[in-house]
């Protein structure tokens, strides 16, 4: 008799495509562990996230026939819920990758769900718009919805087999947010600094050294505190990112700051390279790009708190201020100044979140975990 077990089918979901981000990379990542996996999601945009997802096998839903809908996920708010009840993924296993949608999804198989966070704009509304809800429309409407939509949330984490957590910080929230026990698997990052770098022209004067933020454009990303402080300490600063702060962040930008989005990854390596310190000043779930910048032997100066205290060796390969002052960060960055940074302990704490032992663990979260399930 033939003992052996059929292996699991895999798919993955996620919320949706549309942007440029920490966990759009993880889904990139995710389809290397499962080449075969279909990628379900609500609304995917081609031109407004990474180019590799034209090689995946993308599944919709209908909201994406609407091309406002997909140039501005923001907009489908009213929709989505429904919409994510309504999305099927057949599969003995699903990923689920998610912070507010995807772990939604119509998933008769096995559930995994690899949770950035409960969803902010639900539970931490005020920070993710950057001013109480009811000083704007989107805040007005928001909280309009918002007893239905803890409901339905609460239920969809609830169907979930297993949750795992981006950080130790997000396991709390999963804990005090749906009461239920997640394991920790740090995000890996995906920046090889030895692979080819292509020169950014509008960088070319400032190629011997800069501040760098790499962000979304939201009012809780800090991105404005960050830019006060270039301005006071009177270092340059690149700013790389998108969202609906870019115009106001733009109309007034200083001569020491630039601001920059749509770059490849060639690009962004050399961005890395030739910054001198990378200056992080949200509130973060995972610390990511503090490790894509240790890739390159880049230290961080960072808030401290959130996933930042999961990626960062205080005084190794980074430093903490503890508010989000222009002036705590200039103090931060003085100090680094001084210090001697030891680039083999940077590359190296950047090794240790490595794709390859991301790739080893969700693999046997998913397929040794799941035989027979």
Not at 117 to 123: K, M
Not at 304 to 326: K, N, Q, S, W
Request: glycine share 6%.
């Amino acid at each position: 008799m033939n003992s052996e077990r059929r292996q699991p089918t895999v798919a993955i979901a996620h919320d949706y495509l549309t942007q440029r981000g920490g966990a759009e990379r993880v889904v990139l990542t995710l389809m290397k562990a499962f080449p075969e996996a279909a990628v379900h999601t609500t609304l995917y945009d081609p031109e407004g996230t990474y180019p590799e997802f034209s090689e995946a096998n993308v599944i919709t839903s209908p909201l994406n026939r609407v091309g406002a809908l997909r140039r501005d996920h923001r907009r489908a708010l009213p929709l989505l819920a429904p919409t994510a009840s309504r999305l099927r993924v057949e599969a003995d296993v699903t990923i689920v990758s998610s912070s507010g949608w995807a772990h939604g999804f119509d998933i008769p198989g096995r559930s995994v769900v690899y949770c950035y966070s409960p969803a902010r704009w639900l539970y931490d509304s005020e920070r993710y718009l950057g001013a109480p809800a009811h000083t704007s429309a989107t805040g007005i409407g928001l909280m309009a919805l918002r007893p239905a939509l803890v409901r339905w949330d609460k239920r969809a984490a609830a169907r979930a087999d297993r949750y795992l957590a981006i950080s130790e910080v997000v396991r709390d929230r999963i804990r005090s947010t749906y009461g239920l026990d997640a394991d920790v698997v740090p995000a890996p990052h995906s920046m090889d600094a030895a692979a080819a770098q292509e020169p950014i022209s509008e960088l070319l004067d400032w190629q011997d050294g800069y501040l760098l933020l790499v962000s979304r454009l939201l009012p809780y990303k800090n991105v404005d505190v960050a830019i006060d402080a270039a301005r006071q300490y009177g270092r340059r600063l690149v700013v790389i990112g998108r969202g609906p702060e870019e115009a106001r962040l733009r109309a007034a930008l200083p001569a020491n700051v630039r601001m920059l989005n749509g770059l490849t990854d060639e690009q962004m390596r050399w961005a890395y390279a030739h910054a001198d310190v990378l200056v992080a000043p949200s509130h973060e779930d995972f610390g990511l790009t503090p490790l894509e910048a240790a890739a390159f032997a880049v230290p961080t100066v960072a808030l401290r708190g959130g996933g930042y205290l999961d990626t960062i060796v205080e005084g190794e390969t980074g430093l903490f201020f503890d508010r989000p002052e222009p002036k705590d960060i200039a103090a931060a960055l003085a100090h680094s100044d001084r210090l001697d940074w030891d680039n083999d302990r940077l590359r190296a704490r950047a090794e240790e979140f490595g794709e390859a032992r991301f790739i080893a663990r969700i693999r046997s979260i998913a397929l040794d975990e799941g035989r027979g399930s």
